[in-house]
């Protein structure tokens, strides 16, 4: 499966952005999608995900409440609403995919084996 994410930006901080990371392929049902994110001089990091299947949702202690992942199994497509956004948002975000991937590993970037080229998101002060 091929991705592509879109969305990023420069906002003012408590400003919102909405991401997309568009899949191309068959069985997208089939994958786990999550987001993950890197500042500069800093390890990627996990943000949030959905599951295969059900579509079960994770997110990391730092966006919870501000952000929610959803998915479109018909138009192949996961979202991530940015909401009360912080300057520590700033990053380049990733989506990532992998085949039935189980919610034990769905925080684990090694576990993702398709990535989307990332997308810039800038929260100023």
């Known amino acids: 499966v091929q991705l592509q994410a879109s969305g990023g930006g420069s906002v003012q901080a408590g400003g919102s952005l909405r991401l997309s990371c568009t899949a191309s392929?068959?069985?997208?049902?089939?994958?786990?999608v999550a987001w993950f994110r890197q500042a500069p001089g800093t390890e990627r990091t996990f943000v949030a995900g959905v599951s295969y299947g059900v579509g079960n949702r994770y997110y990391a202690d730092s966006v919870k409440g501000r952000f929610t992942v959803s998915r479109d199994n018909a138009e192949k497509t996961v979202h991530l609403q940015m909401n009360s956004l912080k300057p520590d948002d700033t990053a380049m975000y990733y989506c990532?995919?992998?085949?039935?991937?189980?919610?034990?590993?769905?925080?684990?970037?090694?576990?993702?084996?398709?990535w989307g080229q990332g997308t810039l998101v800038t929260v100023s002060s």
């Open positions: 990532a995919a992998a085949s039935f991937l189980s919610e034990t590993y769905y925080s684990t970037e090694r576990y993702y084996n398709f």
């Open positions: 392929g068959r069985a997208f049902n089939s994958y786990t």
